[in-house]
Protein backbone atom coordinates (compact mmCIF):
# COMPACT_ATOMS: atom_id res chain seq x y z
CA UNK A 1 0.00 0.00 0.00
CA UNK A 2 1.05 3.69 -0.72
CA UNK A 3 2.83 5.47 2.09
CA UNK A 4 -0.16 8.02 3.62
CA UNK A 5 0.72 11.41 4.67
CA UNK A 6 0.47 12.05 8.05
CA UNK A 7 -2.58 14.37 8.01
CA UNK A 8 -4.18 11.45 6.20
CA UNK A 9 -3.50 8.72 9.05
CA UNK A 10 -4.82 11.34 11.60
CA UNK A 11 -8.21 12.27 9.64
CA UNK A 12 -8.75 8.14 9.36
CA UNK A 13 -8.30 8.10 12.68
CA UNK A 14 -10.29 10.77 13.43
CA UNK A 15 -13.26 9.34 11.33
CA UNK A 16 -12.84 5.77 12.73
CA UNK A 17 -12.87 7.05 16.43
CA UNK A 18 -16.05 9.42 15.72
CA UNK A 19 -17.84 6.47 13.91
CA UNK A 20 -17.26 4.10 16.61
CA UNK A 21 -18.76 6.36 19.02
CA UNK A 22 -21.44 7.16 17.06
CA UNK A 23 -23.05 3.62 16.91
CA UNK A 24 -21.53 3.05 20.79
CA UNK A 25 -23.14 6.54 22.40
CA UNK A 26 -26.79 5.18 21.88
CA UNK A 27 -26.15 1.37 23.00
CA UNK A 28 -24.33 2.98 26.17
CA UNK A 29 -27.04 5.69 26.72
CA UNK A 30 -29.84 2.94 26.71
CA UNK A 31 -27.34 0.67 29.65
CA UNK A 32 -27.33 4.03 31.49
CA UNK A 33 -31.13 4.61 31.53
CA UNK A 34 -32.10 0.80 32.17
CA UNK A 35 -29.28 1.42 35.82
CA UNK A 36 -30.95 5.11 36.99
CA UNK A 37 -34.04 5.78 38.78
CA UNK A 38 -36.48 7.60 37.16
CA UNK A 39 -35.72 11.07 39.00
CA UNK A 40 -32.12 10.25 37.34
CA UNK A 41 -33.33 9.60 34.10
CA UNK A 42 -35.02 12.67 33.31
CA UNK A 43 -32.16 14.56 34.75
CA UNK A 44 -30.67 17.65 32.84
CA UNK A 45 -28.21 18.21 32.02
CA UNK A 46 -27.92 13.90 31.99
CA UNK A 47 -26.59 12.17 34.94
CA UNK A 48 -23.57 10.34 33.83
CA UNK A 49 -22.23 9.59 37.26
CA UNK A 50 -25.32 8.37 39.96
CA UNK A 51 -26.49 5.60 41.84
CA UNK A 52 -27.00 2.55 40.11
CA UNK A 53 -30.18 0.57 40.78
CA UNK A 54 -31.67 -2.95 39.59
CA UNK A 55 -35.08 -2.10 40.12
CA UNK A 56 -36.01 -2.02 36.39
CA UNK A 57 -34.71 -5.70 35.95
CA UNK A 58 -36.43 -6.53 38.90
CA UNK A 59 -39.65 -5.38 37.92
CA UNK A 60 -39.60 -6.73 34.61
CA UNK A 61 -38.48 -9.71 35.83
CA UNK A 62 -41.49 -9.69 38.47
CA UNK A 63 -43.81 -9.45 35.28
CA UNK A 64 -44.63 -12.81 34.41
CA UNK A 65 -46.10 -11.57 31.33
CA UNK A 66 -42.38 -10.51 30.46
CA UNK A 67 -41.40 -13.80 31.83
CA UNK A 68 -43.84 -15.98 29.20
CA UNK A 69 -42.32 -13.89 26.31
CA UNK A 70 -38.76 -14.92 27.35
CA UNK A 71 -40.01 -18.85 27.11
CA UNK A 72 -42.09 -18.14 23.97
CA UNK A 73 -39.09 -16.25 22.15
CA UNK A 74 -36.82 -19.38 23.53
CA UNK A 75 -38.75 -21.97 22.34
CA UNK A 76 -39.86 -19.87 19.13
CA UNK A 77 -36.30 -19.05 17.84
CA UNK A 78 -35.26 -22.63 18.60
CA UNK A 79 -38.14 -24.42 16.99
CA UNK A 80 -37.46 -22.64 13.69
CA UNK A 81 -33.60 -23.07 13.69
CA UNK A 82 -34.48 -26.92 14.36
CA UNK A 83 -36.89 -26.86 12.15
CA UNK A 84 -34.88 -24.87 9.35
CA UNK A 85 -32.11 -26.89 9.61
CA UNK A 86 -34.15 -30.31 8.56
CA UNK A 87 -34.76 -28.59 5.33
CA UNK A 88 -31.59 -26.23 4.70
CA UNK A 89 -28.64 -29.20 5.48
CA UNK A 90 -30.12 -31.44 3.05
CA UNK A 91 -30.99 -28.45 0.47
CA UNK A 92 -26.88 -27.22 0.91
CA UNK A 93 -25.73 -31.36 1.06
CA UNK A 94 -27.23 -31.20 -2.93
CA UNK A 95 -25.79 -27.56 -3.88
CA UNK A 96 -22.27 -27.91 -2.72
CA UNK A 97 -22.09 -30.65 -5.61
CA UNK A 98 -23.78 -28.21 -8.10
CA UNK A 99 -21.51 -26.29 -10.15
CA UNK A 100 -21.57 -22.95 -12.56
CA UNK A 101 -24.97 -21.81 -13.53
CA UNK A 102 -27.06 -24.43 -11.64
CA UNK A 103 -25.31 -23.48 -8.22
CA UNK A 104 -25.93 -20.12 -8.84
CA UNK A 105 -29.03 -20.11 -9.44
CA UNK A 106 -30.07 -22.03 -7.10
CA UNK A 107 -28.52 -19.41 -4.46
CA UNK A 108 -29.71 -16.61 -6.20
CA UNK A 109 -33.52 -18.09 -5.75
CA UNK A 110 -33.07 -18.60 -2.42
CA UNK A 111 -31.38 -15.32 -1.70
CA UNK A 112 -34.82 -13.29 -2.94
CA UNK A 113 -37.08 -15.31 -0.89
CA UNK A 114 -35.37 -14.38 2.12
CA UNK A 115 -35.31 -10.38 0.84
CA UNK A 116 -38.97 -10.31 -0.14
CA UNK A 117 -40.27 -7.86 2.65
CA UNK A 118 -41.91 -9.82 5.54
CA UNK A 119 -45.39 -7.68 4.86
CA UNK A 120 -46.49 -9.40 1.40
CA UNK A 121 -47.24 -12.37 3.30
CA UNK A 122 -48.38 -10.59 6.65
CA UNK A 123 -52.06 -10.43 5.35
CA UNK A 124 -52.64 -13.65 4.06
CA UNK A 125 -51.08 -15.59 6.78
CA UNK A 126 -53.25 -13.46 9.50
CA UNK A 127 -56.56 -14.56 7.57
CA UNK A 128 -54.97 -17.94 6.78
CA UNK A 129 -53.95 -18.68 10.59
CA UNK A 130 -57.54 -17.14 11.45
CA UNK A 131 -59.50 -19.79 9.71
CA UNK A 132 -57.01 -22.61 10.42
CA UNK A 133 -56.91 -21.60 13.90
CA UNK A 134 -52.98 -21.16 14.30
CA UNK A 135 -53.31 -17.60 15.62
CA UNK A 136 -51.52 -17.19 18.80
CA UNK A 137 -49.49 -20.70 18.49
CA UNK A 138 -45.74 -21.06 18.33
CA UNK A 139 -45.93 -23.77 15.38
CA UNK A 140 -47.55 -20.81 13.16
CA UNK A 141 -44.58 -18.09 13.71
CA UNK A 142 -42.31 -21.20 13.42
CA UNK A 143 -43.58 -21.86 9.97
CA UNK A 144 -43.49 -18.14 8.75
CA UNK A 145 -40.21 -18.09 10.08
CA UNK A 146 -38.98 -20.84 7.81
CA UNK A 147 -38.94 -18.73 4.96
CA UNK A 148 -36.19 -16.74 6.20
CA UNK A 149 -34.63 -18.97 8.18
CA UNK A 150 -34.36 -21.53 5.57
CA UNK A 151 -32.06 -19.29 3.27
CA UNK A 152 -30.16 -17.64 5.91
CA UNK A 153 -29.06 -21.63 6.75
CA UNK A 154 -27.96 -22.25 3.36
CA UNK A 155 -26.23 -18.90 2.51
CA UNK A 156 -24.05 -19.22 6.01
CA UNK A 157 -23.97 -23.02 5.45
CA UNK A 158 -22.72 -23.11 1.65
CA UNK A 159 -19.66 -21.61 1.83
CA UNK A 160 -18.00 -24.05 4.84
CA UNK A 161 -19.38 -27.03 3.10
CA UNK A 162 -18.41 -26.16 -0.16
CA UNK A 163 -14.65 -26.53 1.16
CA UNK A 164 -15.52 -29.82 2.38
CA UNK A 165 -13.76 -32.49 -0.45
CA UNK A 166 -16.02 -33.69 -3.50
CA UNK A 167 -13.93 -36.93 -3.16
CA UNK A 168 -14.94 -37.59 0.04
CA UNK A 169 -18.57 -38.45 -1.72
CA UNK A 170 -16.53 -41.02 -3.91
CA UNK A 171 -14.74 -42.59 -1.69
CA UNK A 172 -17.81 -43.50 0.51
CA UNK A 173 -19.79 -44.59 -2.26
CA UNK A 174 -17.02 -46.78 -3.01
CA UNK A 175 -17.24 -48.14 0.63
CA UNK A 176 -20.76 -48.83 0.24
CA UNK A 177 -22.42 -45.82 2.31
CA UNK A 178 -25.73 -44.28 1.00
CA UNK A 179 -25.68 -40.96 0.56
CA UNK A 180 -27.92 -39.93 3.72
CA UNK A 181 -25.31 -42.16 5.27
CA UNK A 182 -22.23 -39.80 3.80
CA UNK A 183 -24.48 -36.79 4.78
CA UNK A 184 -25.51 -37.69 8.45
CA UNK A 185 -22.00 -40.06 9.39
CA UNK A 186 -19.19 -38.68 7.40
CA UNK A 187 -20.06 -35.09 5.92
CA UNK A 188 -22.17 -33.78 8.79
CA UNK A 189 -19.52 -33.89 12.03
CA UNK A 190 -16.56 -32.03 9.26
CA UNK A 191 -19.14 -28.87 8.63
CA UNK A 192 -20.06 -28.43 12.21
CA UNK A 193 -18.92 -25.45 12.74
CA UNK A 194 -20.87 -24.26 10.13
CA UNK A 195 -24.04 -25.78 11.40
CA UNK A 196 -23.65 -23.34 14.53
CA UNK A 197 -23.12 -20.68 12.49
CA UNK A 198 -25.82 -20.83 10.98
CA UNK A 199 -27.90 -21.61 13.34
CA UNK A 200 -27.10 -18.71 15.25
CA UNK A 201 -27.62 -16.69 12.58
CA UNK A 202 -30.98 -17.99 12.00
CA UNK A 203 -32.01 -17.32 15.77
CA UNK A 204 -30.82 -14.24 15.58
CA UNK A 205 -33.76 -13.80 12.75
CA UNK A 206 -35.93 -15.43 14.71
CA UNK A 207 -35.23 -13.68 18.00
CA UNK A 208 -35.43 -10.24 16.73
CA UNK A 209 -38.95 -10.81 14.06
CA UNK A 210 -41.10 -7.88 14.65
CA UNK A 211 -43.96 -7.87 12.40
CA UNK A 212 -45.07 -10.98 12.24
CA UNK A 213 -44.65 -12.00 15.90
CA UNK A 214 -47.03 -9.03 16.77
CA UNK A 215 -49.68 -9.92 14.17
CA UNK A 216 -49.70 -13.73 15.10
CA UNK A 217 -49.61 -13.31 18.47
CA UNK A 218 -51.89 -12.63 21.18
CA UNK A 219 -51.45 -13.85 24.17
CA UNK A 220 -49.95 -17.24 25.18
CA UNK A 221 -47.25 -16.74 22.58
CA UNK A 222 -46.38 -13.08 22.72
CA UNK A 223 -42.54 -12.89 22.13
CA UNK A 224 -39.85 -10.31 23.51
CA UNK A 225 -39.92 -8.16 20.74
CA UNK A 226 -43.61 -7.62 21.06
CA UNK A 227 -43.99 -7.62 24.64
CA UNK A 228 -41.75 -4.54 25.35
CA UNK A 229 -43.71 -2.28 23.23
CA UNK A 230 -46.82 -3.22 25.75
CA UNK A 231 -44.18 -1.03 28.41
CA UNK A 232 -44.77 2.53 25.99
CA UNK A 233 -48.63 1.34 26.37
CA UNK A 234 -51.89 2.47 28.85
CA UNK A 235 -50.25 3.98 31.94
CA UNK A 236 -47.49 6.24 29.90
CA UNK A 237 -44.32 5.34 28.79
CA UNK A 238 -42.25 3.19 30.91
CA UNK A 239 -38.41 4.38 30.12
CA UNK A 240 -36.85 2.57 33.00
CA UNK A 241 -38.70 -0.95 32.45
CA UNK A 242 -38.31 -0.54 28.24
CA UNK A 243 -34.41 -0.11 28.69
CA UNK A 244 -34.09 -2.71 30.72
CA UNK A 245 -35.93 -4.77 28.89
CA UNK A 246 -33.72 -3.65 25.67
CA UNK A 247 -30.84 -4.51 27.38
CA UNK A 248 -32.23 -7.80 27.97
CA UNK A 249 -33.31 -8.71 24.58
CA UNK A 250 -30.33 -7.22 22.97
CA UNK A 251 -27.67 -9.48 25.35
CA UNK A 252 -27.94 -12.96 24.09
CA UNK A 253 -27.61 -11.79 20.05
CA UNK A 254 -25.05 -8.90 20.59
CA UNK A 255 -22.93 -12.04 22.80
CA UNK A 256 -23.75 -14.15 19.73
CA UNK A 257 -22.41 -11.89 16.88
CA UNK A 258 -19.10 -11.45 18.40
CA UNK A 259 -18.83 -15.31 18.69
CA UNK A 260 -20.16 -15.57 14.78
CA UNK A 261 -19.21 -11.91 13.22
CA UNK A 262 -16.14 -13.92 10.85
CA UNK A 263 -19.54 -16.02 10.04
CA UNK A 264 -22.11 -13.20 9.22
CA UNK A 265 -20.66 -11.83 6.23
CA UNK A 266 -19.47 -14.90 4.39
CA UNK A 267 -22.83 -16.37 3.23
CA UNK A 268 -22.44 -12.94 1.24
CA UNK A 269 -19.15 -12.69 0.22
CA UNK A 270 -18.91 -16.17 -0.98
CA UNK A 271 -20.44 -14.85 -3.97
CA UNK A 272 -18.32 -13.21 -5.97
CA UNK A 273 -19.74 -10.46 -8.68
CA UNK A 274 -17.78 -10.23 -11.85
CA UNK A 275 -16.60 -6.86 -13.06
CA UNK B 1 -16.77 -28.01 -14.27
CA UNK B 2 -16.37 -31.58 -12.13
CA UNK B 3 -14.04 -33.99 -14.07
CA UNK B 4 -15.71 -37.07 -13.01
CA UNK B 5 -19.07 -37.34 -11.80
CA UNK B 6 -19.88 -41.27 -10.81
CA UNK B 7 -22.52 -39.70 -8.13
CA UNK B 8 -25.17 -38.77 -11.19
CA UNK B 9 -26.32 -34.97 -9.85
CA UNK B 10 -29.97 -36.25 -10.21
CA UNK B 11 -29.59 -38.33 -6.50
CA UNK B 12 -28.97 -35.10 -5.00
CA UNK B 13 -32.88 -33.96 -6.08
CA UNK B 14 -34.58 -35.25 -3.47
CA UNK B 15 -31.94 -33.32 -1.30
CA UNK B 16 -32.85 -30.07 -2.76
CA UNK B 17 -36.64 -29.88 -3.43
CA UNK B 18 -37.87 -30.10 -0.29
CA UNK B 19 -36.62 -26.81 0.71
CA UNK B 20 -37.66 -25.22 -2.73
CA UNK B 21 -40.83 -27.09 -2.39
CA UNK B 22 -41.82 -25.71 0.96
CA UNK B 23 -40.37 -22.29 0.19
CA UNK B 24 -42.49 -22.14 -2.83
CA UNK B 25 -45.60 -22.97 -0.75
CA UNK B 26 -45.05 -20.40 1.80
CA UNK B 27 -44.69 -17.73 -0.52
CA UNK B 28 -46.34 -18.44 -2.96
CA UNK B 29 -49.66 -19.65 -2.04
CA UNK B 30 -49.89 -16.00 -0.09
CA UNK B 31 -49.43 -13.91 -2.31
CA UNK B 32 -52.17 -15.37 -4.65
CA UNK B 33 -54.14 -15.31 -1.90
CA UNK B 34 -53.36 -11.55 -1.36
CA UNK B 35 -54.04 -11.21 -4.90
CA UNK B 36 -57.61 -12.66 -4.14
CA UNK B 37 -58.59 -11.11 -1.38
CA UNK B 38 -57.60 -7.30 -2.94
CA UNK B 39 -60.86 -7.61 -5.08
CA UNK B 40 -63.11 -9.10 -1.91
CA UNK B 41 -64.46 -6.78 0.41
CA UNK B 42 -63.41 -8.55 3.54
CA UNK B 43 -63.51 -6.24 6.61
CA UNK B 44 -62.74 -7.68 9.98
CA UNK B 45 -64.99 -4.69 11.48
CA UNK B 46 -68.19 -5.60 9.62
CA UNK B 47 -69.92 -9.10 10.25
CA UNK B 48 -71.25 -9.29 6.55
CA UNK B 49 -69.60 -12.13 4.49
CA UNK B 50 -66.46 -11.24 1.63
CA UNK B 51 -67.83 -10.43 -1.63
CA UNK B 52 -66.13 -10.07 -5.00
CA UNK B 53 -65.93 -6.60 -5.74
CA UNK B 54 -63.46 -5.88 -8.66
CA UNK B 55 -61.75 -3.28 -8.83
CA UNK B 56 -62.93 -1.58 -6.48
CA UNK B 57 -60.43 -1.32 -4.26
CA UNK B 58 -57.97 -0.22 -6.40
CA UNK B 59 -60.10 2.67 -7.98
CA UNK B 60 -60.36 3.81 -4.25
CA UNK B 61 -56.36 3.82 -4.01
CA UNK B 62 -56.21 6.05 -6.70
CA UNK B 63 -58.60 8.90 -4.54
CA UNK B 64 -56.19 8.31 -1.20
CA UNK B 65 -53.74 10.91 -0.46
CA UNK B 66 -52.75 9.10 2.54
CA UNK B 67 -51.96 6.36 0.28
CA UNK B 68 -50.56 8.63 -2.47
CA UNK B 69 -49.01 10.36 0.45
CA UNK B 70 -47.05 7.13 1.38
CA UNK B 71 -45.27 6.58 -2.15
CA UNK B 72 -42.56 9.43 -1.82
CA UNK B 73 -42.14 8.44 1.57
CA UNK B 74 -41.05 5.00 0.57
CA UNK B 75 -39.14 6.17 -2.14
CA UNK B 76 -37.13 8.25 0.30
CA UNK B 77 -36.66 5.97 2.80
CA UNK B 78 -34.96 3.74 -0.02
CA UNK B 79 -33.24 6.48 -1.72
CA UNK B 80 -31.55 8.94 0.91
CA UNK B 81 -30.60 5.88 3.90
CA UNK B 82 -29.45 3.58 1.07
CA UNK B 83 -26.73 6.58 -0.69
CA UNK B 84 -26.22 7.20 2.92
CA UNK B 85 -25.13 4.02 4.11
CA UNK B 86 -23.29 3.30 0.39
CA UNK B 87 -20.68 6.28 0.76
CA UNK B 88 -20.35 5.91 4.86
CA UNK B 89 -19.81 2.42 4.43
CA UNK B 90 -17.36 2.63 1.77
CA UNK B 91 -15.38 5.35 3.85
CA UNK B 92 -15.51 3.34 6.79
CA UNK B 93 -14.29 0.15 5.06
CA UNK B 94 -11.49 2.21 3.53
CA UNK B 95 -10.37 3.35 7.60
CA UNK B 96 -11.05 -0.17 8.78
CA UNK B 97 -8.69 -1.78 5.52
CA UNK B 98 -5.73 0.12 6.71
CA UNK B 99 -5.32 -1.58 10.20
CA UNK B 100 -4.41 1.33 11.73
CA UNK B 101 -3.04 0.44 15.49
CA UNK B 102 -5.11 0.54 18.36
CA UNK B 103 -8.19 0.72 15.39
CA UNK B 104 -9.16 -3.22 16.07
CA UNK B 105 -11.96 -2.80 18.14
CA UNK B 106 -13.85 -0.93 15.43
CA UNK B 107 -14.31 -4.07 14.10
CA UNK B 108 -16.38 -5.47 17.22
CA UNK B 109 -18.27 -2.45 17.24
CA UNK B 110 -19.66 -2.72 13.94
CA UNK B 111 -21.45 -6.19 14.66
CA UNK B 112 -23.79 -4.57 17.49
CA UNK B 113 -25.96 -2.61 15.50
CA UNK B 114 -26.15 -5.82 12.84
CA UNK B 115 -27.32 -7.99 15.34
CA UNK B 116 -29.42 -5.59 17.98
CA UNK B 117 -33.46 -6.21 17.38
CA UNK B 118 -34.84 -3.40 15.13
CA UNK B 119 -37.09 -2.66 17.72
CA UNK B 120 -34.32 -2.46 19.89
CA UNK B 121 -32.64 -0.22 17.54
CA UNK B 122 -36.01 1.75 17.16
CA UNK B 123 -36.54 2.00 20.95
CA UNK B 124 -32.63 3.44 21.41
CA UNK B 125 -33.23 6.18 19.18
CA UNK B 126 -36.89 6.96 19.91
CA UNK B 127 -34.99 7.31 23.83
CA UNK B 128 -32.25 9.53 21.92
CA UNK B 129 -34.58 11.75 20.17
CA UNK B 130 -37.20 12.77 23.50
CA UNK B 131 -36.14 16.02 24.77
CA UNK B 132 -34.71 15.55 28.48
CA UNK B 133 -34.70 11.59 28.17
CA UNK B 134 -32.56 11.28 25.06
CA UNK B 135 -29.09 13.07 24.28
CA UNK B 136 -29.74 13.93 20.67
CA UNK B 137 -29.81 17.31 21.61
CA UNK B 138 -28.14 17.40 24.39
CA UNK B 139 -25.12 16.60 22.05
CA UNK B 140 -26.04 19.49 19.98
CA UNK B 141 -26.31 21.76 22.09
CA UNK B 142 -22.64 21.08 23.45
CA UNK B 143 -21.93 22.23 20.13
CA UNK B 144 -23.89 25.29 20.41
CA UNK B 145 -26.64 24.15 18.59
CA UNK B 146 -30.48 24.14 19.07
CA UNK B 147 -31.83 21.27 18.40
CA UNK B 148 -35.05 20.37 17.04
CA UNK B 149 -37.91 18.90 17.95
CA UNK B 150 -37.37 15.83 16.40
CA UNK B 151 -40.36 14.07 16.57
CA UNK B 152 -43.30 16.32 16.23
CA UNK B 153 -42.31 17.94 12.84
CA UNK B 154 -42.82 16.45 9.62
CA UNK B 155 -39.11 16.67 8.25
CA UNK B 156 -37.75 16.17 11.08
CA UNK B 157 -39.02 13.26 11.29
CA UNK B 158 -38.04 11.87 8.10
CA UNK B 159 -34.46 13.05 8.65
CA UNK B 160 -34.66 11.22 12.00
CA UNK B 161 -36.00 7.60 10.19
CA UNK B 162 -32.98 8.30 7.51
CA UNK B 163 -30.56 8.71 10.92
CA UNK B 164 -31.72 5.16 12.51
CA UNK B 165 -31.70 3.51 8.81
CA UNK B 166 -27.97 4.55 8.27
CA UNK B 167 -27.15 3.81 12.05
CA UNK B 168 -28.00 0.12 11.68
CA UNK B 169 -27.47 -0.26 8.20
CA UNK B 170 -24.12 1.18 7.50
CA UNK B 171 -21.93 -1.34 9.29
CA UNK B 172 -23.51 -4.16 7.39
CA UNK B 173 -22.32 -2.87 4.32
CA UNK B 174 -18.69 -1.41 5.42
CA UNK B 175 -17.96 -5.06 6.56
CA UNK B 176 -19.33 -6.59 3.20
CA UNK B 177 -16.84 -3.61 1.37
CA UNK B 178 -14.18 -4.17 3.54
CA UNK B 179 -13.91 -7.84 3.01
CA UNK B 180 -14.23 -7.39 -0.61
CA UNK B 181 -11.50 -4.97 -0.39
CA UNK B 182 -8.96 -7.59 1.47
CA UNK B 183 -9.92 -10.08 -1.61
CA UNK B 184 -8.01 -7.39 -4.38
CA UNK B 185 -4.86 -8.62 -5.43
CA UNK B 186 -1.71 -6.76 -4.36
CA UNK B 187 -0.17 -6.41 -7.69
CA UNK B 188 -2.31 -3.65 -8.40
CA UNK B 189 -1.37 -1.75 -4.93
CA UNK B 190 2.36 -2.55 -5.29
CA UNK B 191 2.12 -1.40 -9.47
CA UNK B 192 0.36 2.33 -8.02
CA UNK B 193 3.24 3.01 -5.36
CA UNK B 194 5.73 2.56 -8.73
CA UNK B 195 3.78 4.77 -10.63
CA UNK B 196 4.01 7.28 -7.67
CA UNK B 197 0.68 7.08 -6.96
CA UNK B 198 -0.70 9.27 -3.94
CA UNK B 199 -2.49 7.55 -1.16
CA UNK B 200 -6.28 9.13 -2.07
CA UNK B 201 -4.83 8.82 -5.95
CA UNK B 202 -5.15 4.88 -5.18
CA UNK B 203 -8.34 4.99 -3.28
CA UNK B 204 -9.87 6.75 -5.80
CA UNK B 205 -8.60 4.86 -9.03
CA UNK B 206 -7.50 1.34 -7.30
CA UNK B 207 -9.83 0.55 -4.47
CA UNK B 208 -13.05 2.50 -6.20
CA UNK B 209 -13.56 1.11 -9.26
CA UNK B 210 -12.36 -2.33 -7.95
CA UNK B 211 -15.17 -2.33 -5.63
CA UNK B 212 -18.08 -1.05 -8.02
CA UNK B 213 -19.49 -4.32 -8.84
CA UNK B 214 -19.82 -5.29 -4.92
CA UNK B 215 -21.24 -1.74 -4.22
CA UNK B 216 -24.14 -2.56 -6.74
CA UNK B 217 -24.78 -6.19 -5.32
CA UNK B 218 -25.05 -4.15 -1.76
CA UNK B 219 -26.99 -1.70 -3.37
CA UNK B 220 -29.40 -3.58 -5.21
CA UNK B 221 -29.60 -6.11 -1.58
CA UNK B 222 -30.47 -2.74 0.75
CA UNK B 223 -32.70 -1.53 -1.60
CA UNK B 224 -34.61 -3.89 -1.37
CA UNK B 225 -34.40 -4.42 2.22
CA UNK B 226 -34.89 -0.99 2.81
CA UNK B 227 -38.41 -0.92 0.89
CA UNK B 228 -39.94 -3.18 4.14
CA UNK B 229 -38.59 -1.07 6.58
CA UNK B 230 -41.07 -1.30 9.19
CA UNK B 231 -40.24 -1.97 12.88
CA UNK B 232 -38.24 1.56 13.24
CA UNK B 233 -41.22 3.68 11.93
CA UNK B 234 -43.35 1.48 13.82
CA UNK B 235 -41.64 2.64 17.31
CA UNK B 236 -39.54 5.48 16.45
CA UNK B 237 -42.60 7.84 14.75
CA UNK B 238 -45.76 5.35 14.34
CA UNK B 239 -46.06 7.02 10.83
CA UNK B 240 -46.87 10.13 12.37
CA UNK B 241 -46.42 13.19 12.68
CA UNK B 242 -50.09 13.24 10.62
CA UNK B 243 -48.69 9.88 8.33
CA UNK B 244 -45.86 12.42 7.24
CA UNK B 245 -43.35 9.18 7.60
CA UNK B 246 -45.92 6.20 6.39
CA UNK B 247 -44.62 4.31 3.72
CA UNK B 248 -46.28 2.21 1.31
CA UNK B 249 -46.48 -1.19 3.49
CA UNK B 250 -46.65 0.77 6.88
CA UNK B 251 -50.18 2.09 5.61
CA UNK B 252 -50.88 -1.27 4.43
CA UNK B 253 -50.13 -2.68 8.08
CA UNK B 254 -52.73 0.28 9.14
CA UNK B 255 -55.30 0.01 6.76
CA UNK B 256 -55.38 -4.06 7.43
CA UNK B 257 -54.75 -4.02 11.32
CA UNK B 258 -55.94 -0.32 12.68
CA UNK B 259 -59.22 -0.22 10.70
CA UNK B 260 -59.09 -3.88 9.73
CA UNK B 261 -59.86 -3.21 5.78
CA UNK B 262 -58.59 -6.82 4.68
CA UNK B 263 -59.50 -6.23 1.03
CA UNK B 264 -58.38 -2.81 0.48
CA UNK B 265 -55.22 -3.28 2.08
CA UNK B 266 -54.26 -6.57 -0.07
CA UNK B 267 -55.28 -4.20 -2.97
CA UNK B 268 -51.92 -1.60 -0.69
CA UNK B 269 -50.22 -4.74 -0.82
CA UNK B 270 -50.69 -6.04 -4.78
CA UNK B 271 -49.25 -2.39 -5.48
CA UNK B 272 -46.63 -2.65 -3.21
CA UNK B 273 -45.70 -5.74 -4.44
CA UNK B 274 -44.98 -4.38 -7.85
CA UNK B 275 -43.03 -1.70 -6.72
CA UNK B 276 -41.04 -4.64 -5.87
CA UNK B 277 -41.18 -6.07 -8.99
CA UNK B 278 -39.95 -2.61 -10.21
CA UNK B 279 -37.07 -3.78 -8.36
CA UNK B 280 -36.42 -7.06 -8.83
CA UNK B 281 -36.69 -7.33 -12.37
CA UNK B 282 -33.72 -5.88 -13.42
CA UNK B 283 -31.74 -6.32 -10.48
CA UNK B 284 -32.25 -10.44 -11.30
CA UNK B 285 -31.21 -9.79 -15.13
CA UNK B 286 -28.09 -7.79 -13.67
CA UNK B 287 -27.27 -10.55 -10.90
CA UNK B 288 -27.88 -13.52 -13.60
CA UNK B 289 -25.60 -11.78 -15.86
CA UNK B 290 -22.78 -10.73 -13.42
CA UNK B 291 -23.01 -12.56 -10.16
CA UNK B 292 -20.29 -15.59 -9.86
CA UNK B 293 -20.25 -17.82 -6.56
CA UNK B 294 -17.23 -19.39 -5.78
CA UNK B 295 -17.15 -23.38 -6.13
Not at chain 1, 104 to 115: C, E, G, K, Q, V
Not at chain 2, 109 to 118: D, G, N
Request: aromatic residues 14%.
Amino acid sequence: MTRRSKITTFSLYVIGVIYGLAILVPIAWILLLALKNTLDAFAYPPLFIFEPTFEHFRAIFQDSEFRLAFANSVIIATGSVALAMLFAIPATFAITIMRGRARRNSLLTILLIRMVPGMIYLLPYFVFYSRLDLLDTHIGLIIIYLIFCVPLIIWTLTPVWGAVPLELRESGMIDGASLWQILYLIELPLVRIGIIASGIVAFIFAWNEFLFALVITRKKTVTLPVIITRYMGYEGYEWGKISAAAVVIMLPVVVFGFLIQRYMITGLTAGAVKG
Amino acid sequence: MAAYEPIPQRAYFKYLSPSIIVLLLLTVLPVLFTLYLSTSSLSFASPRPERFIGLRNYSRLLDDARFLQSIPVSALFIVAPVALQLVLGFVIAVVMNERLPGMRWLRYVLVAPMVIPPIVTGLTWRVMFTPKLGSVNYFLSLLGLDGPSWLTDANWALTAIVIVAVWGWTPFVALMFLAAMQSFPDELYEAAVIDGATWVQTVRHVTLPLLKPTVTFIGILRTMEALGIFPIIYIVTAGGPAAATETVNFYAYVSGFSYLKVGYASAIIVVFFFMLLLIIGPTMRYLLRNFQVAS
